[in-house]
């Protein structure tokens, strides 16, 4: 049987995405490769025809997962949202609810702490591109935008694992809402609400 001649390329986005997904989801130790290739219909065997172990798989599929995070935010400055319609969206029930699907640092952030040097590479270079979206969103990307970018992004990452850990949906909604208090606070912003 013959593929088309972008078979591969497709098989491996259909791995790294799978892959983004179910770490977000479960975390990255808790996530095998034989779950990533039964979850993506594929042997355990052709892994290593696009990868040469699970290391190269979750520096590609966080990456993906932050592109995936840089891409929501562009959309949204593009579309006219403003600071606090972004910190609206990201502390909402359907990122927080949705963890496969969500905030990759909010999922993810501890795994990438322990892994290794690459790992952690990767990270805090698309790092860097999340804190300048929302940096652009304060008005531009001076030192003073850049610095308040981060320290808000860590608060919404911080926001969103209390919201996922907490015992009830009411709670976590409060938490949510007091995350978005404390993000317009650090921005010096007012609240709409």
């Not at 989801?25 to 040469?52: Q, V």
């Not at 640092?105 to 892994?115: H, T």
């Not at 030192?143 to 850990?165: C, D, F, K, P």
């Amino acid at each position: 049987m013959r593929y088309a001649s972008d078979h591969n390329d497709q098989t491996r986005t259909k791995i790294v995405d799978v892959a983004s997904g179910l770490f977000r989801e479960r975390g990255i130790p808790d996530t095998g490769i034989a779950l990533i290739m039964k979850s993506a219909g594929l042997t355990n065997g052709a892994f290593y025809t696009h990868f040469s172990g699970k290391s190269e798989l979750v520096r590609e599929a966080v990456s993906t997962a932050l592109v995936e995070q840089c891409e929501l935010f562009e959309g949204a400055l593009l579309g006219g949202a403003g600071f606090e319609e972004l910190v609206r969206a990201y502390l909402s029930p359907d990122n927080r609810d949705v963890a496969r699907e969500g905030c990759a640092s909010a999922a993810l952030i501890a795994d990438v702490g322990r892994g290794g040097s690459e790992l952690r590479a990767t990270y805090a270079a698309k790092l860097d591109v999340v804190v300048g979206l929302i940096a652009r969103s304060l008005g531009g990307p001076s030192e003073e935008n850049l610095a308040t970018g981060m320290m808000v992004y860590a608060s919404l990452i911080g926001t969103l694992q209390l919201a996922r850990a907490s015992t009830t949906v009411a709670k976590s909604d409060t938490i949510l809402e007091n995350g978005v208090i404390a993000a317009l606070a650090i921005a010096g912003r007012v609240s709409a609400a």
